[in-house]
């Protein structure tokens, strides 16, 4: 009878020693999940940030060629202003003597031909406007 009980408590030890290790093991596994999970998360966190941060780069980027285009369509403006003024006084300077016009008809052609060249520059101007318009809605459409 003794040794069937010392068999049967060896038996329970074993088992029960056994159960311990199984539980140490499942929690063991359940660490290394948690600890996966939460690098996985980490790693995701980080890239949601590296793509925030690229986002706002990119945004920055995109405001800074829109003001540098914004820059050169002034600029143009301005060229094309100057140039305007330019050929408005281009009679003046090849010495038509506008008081001397009088009832003349012809004498009219100076300040036609300078309004005539006005209006061809504001019309290339209107016209290379709205190229530029153009290739500017296509890039911010990228």
Aim: proline residues 1%; charged residues 20%.
């Amino acid at each position: 009878m003794k040794l069937a009980a010392a068999n049967s408590l060896d038996a329970l030890i074993n088992k029960t020693a056994w159960r311990l290790q199984q539980h140490a093991l499942k929690q063991q596994q359940e660490r290394q999940q948690q600890h996966t999970l939460n690098q996985q998360q980490e790693q995701q966190h980080t890239l949601n940030q590296q793509q925030e941060q690229q986002h706002t780069l990119n945004q920055q980027q995109e405001k800074q060629e829109q003001q540098h285009t914004l820059k050169q369509q002034h600029t143009l403006e301005q060229q094309h202003v100057e140039a305007a003024g330019a050929q408005a006084a281009l009679p003046v300077a090849d010495g038509v003597d506008f008081d001397s016009f009088g009832n003349n008809s012809s004498a009219a052609t100076g300040p036609v031909f300078s309004a005539a060249l006005e209006l061809q520059a504001a019309h290339a101007y209107v016209e290379k406007q709205q190229k530029l318009d153009g290739l500017l809605r296509e890039v911010l459409s990228y």
